[in-house]
């Protein structure tokens, strides 16, 4: 499912805290922290892709693409973002 969003262009969004993020993400995401998505679903929609979600655990980045589907936006939950990075290669 990951490779099939990817091979869509999909946009990875990593919704943890910027300090996490800091910390370390995936080339090229972009972070929009869980506290943030709700008033930003309509820059997400204007990004015209599918998302996959991540997160440290996949607990916040499940409730995003959960949020993210209800708005009509095409989202699967990638997971934790070290092993979304593994899958993506």
Request: aromatic share 4%; proline share 3%.
């Amino acid at each position: 499912m990951v490779q099939e969003y990817k091979d869509k262009g999909a946009v990875i969004l990593d919704v943890r805290t910027p300090q996490e993020y800091r910390s370390g993400h995936i080339q090229g995401s972009k972070n929009i922290p869980l506290d943030q998505v709700d008033r930003k679903i309509n820059d997400i929609k204007k990004l015209g892709k599918p998302v996959i979600t991540c997160c440290a655990s996949g607990m916040r980045s499940g409730t995003v693409a959960g949020k993210l589907n209800h708005a009509g936006i095409e989202a699967i939950n990638g997971g934790g973002w070290t092993s979304l990075a593994r899958k993506l290669g």
